[in-house]
């Protein structure tokens, strides 16, 4: 069992505001994350240990994006994005 048996997958756009590390200017980028939302059934003829990893997965992000490009006319250079955290769960 994979996890698009598990999952249904969509992406989607969160703003976050990041300062370039080379301008130090201050600007809201559109970050892109896949989320992972559980489905309401298990897939048809499936284990016992796979339906036990069913009931135990819970809905997450995994974010796509890991550099982004500065907004600033004269900087634009691109940089990776500082948090450290690309998986979220809900």
């Known amino acids: ?6 999952f249904d997958e969509r992406q989607e756009l969160k703003k ?4 370039c590390p080379f301008c130090r200017q ?3 980028y559109d ?4 989320k992972r ?5 298990p897939p048809r003829g499936i284990a016992e240990h796979e339906r036990a990893r069913f009931e ?3 809905d997450y992000m995994v974010r ?4 982004l490009m500065c907004k600033n006319m004269r900087c634009r250079k691109r940089f990776e994005i500082p948090t450290s ?4 769960f809900i």
């Open 56 to 58: 135990k997965s819970r």
């Open 64 to 67: 796509i994006d890991d550099q």
């Open 1 to 6: 069992m994979q996890e698009r048996d598990i």
């Open 31 to 34: 970050v892109r994350w896949m």
């Open 85 to 88: 955290q690309s998986v979220v």
């Open 37 to 41: 939302t559980k489905k309401k059934q």
């Open 26 to 28: 201050r600007n809201d």
């Open 16 to 19: 976050a505001s990041f300062a």
